[in-house]
């Protein structure tokens, strides 16, 4: 069983819904990331927890440090948001990452 | 802002080359990070150094060396590169407590 689990694989939605990613974990950690990386593209940090919930824009992201548990939402989602998200978590001292969710948005 | 530095976005290289990979760091950081990213097979750790001049390997290290003469650099060495090396090469650091911070990760292709 891996240390970090994400779901779904793979997501598509029409523009303007409202997306979920999940991110669960198994390991103790002491923080918490949010990637993007668009198709050929590098690798961008969109946030970083350790507790609670941030925003930036279009995307929030929320921990609960109890259920070891993690999400990342789009509000309004875009054609440009189609991308692969990927969670990775700060262990001791390695940094562990999920397998990414493919998202494709259509217009 | 940059924090993390990788010194190519994008390489190609031949077979049999030895190929220096290198991540540069401003932050001071303790932990630096080495990881491929596959299709179907996400991002995993080659080797990692919690300090300068050690090292330690990661979950696929056969094929790869690395070097940390300096706290800010880290360099993934590529004795004689291979087509099945060809990948996406990440590089991270981090502080004993937390606080990674992600290069942009580099595209090589071994022809």
């Known amino acids: 069983k891996n240390e970090v689990e994400q779901s779904p694989q793979n997501l598509t939605a029409q523009e303007g819904e409202f997306i979920t990613i999940n991110c669960s974990y198994s390991?103790?950690?002491?923080?918490l990331h949010w990637l993007q990386q668009h198709p050929g593209g590098g690798i961008v940090s969109l946030f970083m927890l350790s507790s609670g919930k941030k925003k930036h824009g279009r995307l929030i992201a929320t921990i609960n440090i109890q259920e070891k548990h993690s999400s990342l939402h789009i509000t309004a989602s875009h054609p440009r948001d189609s991308a692969v998200y990927i969670c990775?978590?700060?262990?001791?001292?390695?940094?562990?990452f999920g397998t990414g969710t493919r998202l494709q948005v259509f217009p | 802002d940059v924090k993390v530095t990788q010194s190519s976005r994008y390489l190609v290289k031949r077979t049999g080359e030895k190929v220096f990979l290198e991540c540069v760091q401003d932050m001071d950081h303790e932990n630096m990070f080495w990881y491929r990213q596959d299709p179907g097979l996400g991002l995993r750790l080659i080797y990692f150094s919690y300090d300068v001049k050690m090292k330690e390997k990661g979950d696929i290290p056969e094929g790869y060396s690395v070097s940390r003469e300096k706290k800010e650099r880290f360099s993934l060495i590529l004795e004689s590169a291979s087509t099945n090396q060809t990948s996406m090469y990440l590089c991270?650091?981090?502080?004993?407590?937390?606080?990674?911070?992600f290069g942009q990760g580099t595209r090589l292709t071994v022809v």
């Open positions: 990775a978590v700060e262990g001791v001292p390695k940094l562990i």
């Open positions: 390991v103790g950690i002491s923080a």
């Open positions: 991270a650091s981090s502080r004993q407590v937390g606080e990674a911070f």
